[in-house]
């Protein structure tokens, strides 16, 4: 029986945009096990930082067909 190579995972980065069906998610800091990211829908007025485990956030991203985008918010720092 021939086994699927699974699809890989997301590779996270600080500063990282991405886009999913529901609203977007940006990675604010990155840890060996742990990040902060905040996730926002458009126009959303405030958005709070959140933290969880690097798989958790990676396989949600899997999940809503997460697309990385260019984060305008650095380029104006």
């Known amino acids: 029986m021939k086994l699927k190579s699974p699809t890989p995972l997301p590779t996270l980065q600080k500063g990282q945009l991405w886009k999913t069906k529901t609203g977007?998610?940006?990675?604010?800091?990155?840890?060996?096990?742990?990040?902060?990211?905040?996730?926002?829908?458009?126009?959303?007025?405030?958005?709070?930082?959140?933290?969880?485990?690097?798989?958790?956030?990676?396989?949600?991203?899997?999940?809503?067909?997460?697309?990385l985008v260019k984060n305008d918010r650095l380029a104006e720092v």
């Open 24 to 67: 977007n998610v940006e990675i604010m800091h990155m840890g060996k096990l742990l990040a902060h990211y905040r996730m926002f829908a458009e126009g959303q007025k405030r958005v709070f930082v959140q933290m969880d485990r690097v798989r958790l956030i990676q396989d949600y991203l899997m999940a809503h067909g997460g697309i």
